[in-house]
């Protein structure tokens, strides 16, 4: 009996111990305390706070509500720019993170979801402004969604997990309300690739210089909402019918480095770029000038407005007007173009030929004489010594126009040399067996009556 109060007793004791404990844990019981094995390093290691039920979805443009935990004085703003949006029409979607205490190490934040919706992130910002006189660090997150398909569609925001200073662990969550979007479908024969934007705009269409048989480059800006890369390459793939004399390659479609073009037409524009590859033909079009014309196609991209009255019954269209093009032909034809417009010339200067006649050739020859000896005269007075001499005077004998190889002193006798010539010739032969005992002083003086008396005669 003893041994049953005793039991009695233990039990009550640690019942009251529980309950005790029960007492300290925070009100809200599905978010329990945080586990103390944790890591210190990096973000904070995220605490399972239990299931949060998320908030009916909401009509309401602009909202702070939502479930679960935020740290003490952060506020978490979701705005959908457009609550009933037409089908493939891109809606702004924000989320901002109002923190005044500035306690928030950091924030994880995933891109809203849905059935039939798609997501893409256009930019993620820190600030810090002021909200009633006071500097509140703020964190801005900016999304492009569209819905792809008609009726109604719910856009859902992802958790949100804060890490915050002071805390090792992440011990809040906070999952804003979702969007119901009533959106209107489009007719079902559209293409999906038909861009739905308020606007669209064709700008900067400039053309290369363009050589017949090179490749040229035809350049165009394109600005709007809700364009791809995919639809802009069907929208222009149709239009490109080449002109005559001129072969238009598909089309390179990318994201412009410049977007200030953009910020007009609001967040969601962006610019691209499009360039065509141009061939040119190598032929004239026989106006016998060389050069050829031909007219760049017409553009029109078609687009679907989202504020008129039906959207989809009717299309608008970005236009840009034809333009003209010219460029030169082949060289072979531009060598005949050129060829025709100098006949008068070349006309006129044989006239002139035949009237100069021999005087002209004369004199032509005696200066074509002197250059040449000139040049003789030159590379003997260059030698440096007995054998680099008798080298360079041999090869301007075997190169006269009457050439003489290896000439005796008869040969030279009867071609007219002079007799001085002759000598410092015989003492060149005399000094180029004496090795280094050659007299630099006969030297110096021999080269110089081999090139002073050259003759002059042997070079016509």
Not at 163 to 174: H, I, T
Not at 237 to 253: K, N
Not at 419 to 446: K, N
């Amino acid at each position: 009996m003893s041994g049953m109060r005793v039991t009695r007793w233990f039990s009550a004791s640690l019942l009251a111990a529980l309950l005790a404990v029960g007492g300290s844990l925070p009100a809200s019981a599905d978010i329990p305390l945080p586990d103390r094995d944790r890591e210190a390093a990096g973000f904070a290691e995220r605490v399972e706070l239990g299931p949060i039920e998320p908030l009916p979805a909401t009509t309401v443009p602009v909202s702070r509500d939502g479930a679960g935990r935020l740290p003490r004085g952060v506020i978490v703003e979701t705005e959908a720019a457009a609550i009933d949006p037409v089908q493939r029409q891109t809606v702004l979607v924000t989320q901002t993170i109002l923190d005044p205490a500035r306690q928030l190490r950091g924030v994880e934040v995933h891109r809203p979801e849905g059935q039939g919706v798609d997501t893409q992130v256009l930019e993620a910002t820190q600030d810090t402004v002021e909200i009633d006189g006071r500097r509140v660090v703020r964190r801005h997150y900016r999304w492009a969604v569209q819905a792809l398909r008609g009726g109604e569609v719910t856009l859902e925001f992802q958790r949100i997990d804060f890490d915050v200073v002071g805390r090792a662990q992440s011990e809040f969550a906070w999952v804003p309300v979702a969007r119901r979007l009533a959106v209107a479908p489009l007719p079902a024969h559209l293409p999906e690739y038909l861009p739905v934007a308020p606007a669209l705009s064709l700008r900067d269409m400039q053309v290369s210089e363009l050589v017949a048989g090179e490749p040229g480059e035809w350049r165009i800006l394109v600005i709007g909402e809700g364009l791809s890369e995919k639809a802009l390459e069907q929208l222009l793939r149709a239009q490109l019918v080449a002109p005559t004399g001129l072969r238009i390659d598909e089309p390179s479609i990318r994201l412009a480095p410049d977007q200030s073009r953009a910020e007009s037409m609001g967040p969601l524009a962006h610019v691209w770029e499009v360039r065509f590859s141009l061939l040119p033909a190598v032929t004239g079009d026989g106006d016998g000038d060389g050069a050829r014309d031909a007219r760049l196609p017409a553009l029109k991209l078609p687009y679907i407005d989202p504020t008129a009255d039906k959207p989809g019954t009717a299309i608008d269209y970005a236009r840009s007007e034809s333009q003209s093009v010219r460029w030169q032909a082949e060289p072979a034809e531009q060598r005949l173009a050129a060829i025709r417009a100098a006949v008068p010339w070349v006309l006129a200067g044989l006239v002139g030929l035949l009237l100069l006649g021999l005087p002209a050739r004369a004199g032509f020859r005696w200066w074509s004489t002197r250059l040449d000896w000139r040049r003789a005269q030159q590379e003997l007075r260059s030698a440096t010594d007995p054998q680099a001499l008798r080298e360079r005077l041999s090869g301007v004998l075997a190169g006269l126009p009457q050439p003489m190889v290896s000439p005796v002193r008869s040969a030279l006798l009867a071609r007219g040399a002079p007799t001085d010539w002759l000598e410092a010739r015989s003492t060149l032969e005399r000094l180029r067996f004496a090795g280094d005992e050659a007299d630099d002083e006969a030297f110096r003086a021999a080269r110089e009556t081999l090139t002073r008396s050259l003759p002059l005669g042997w070079f016509r």
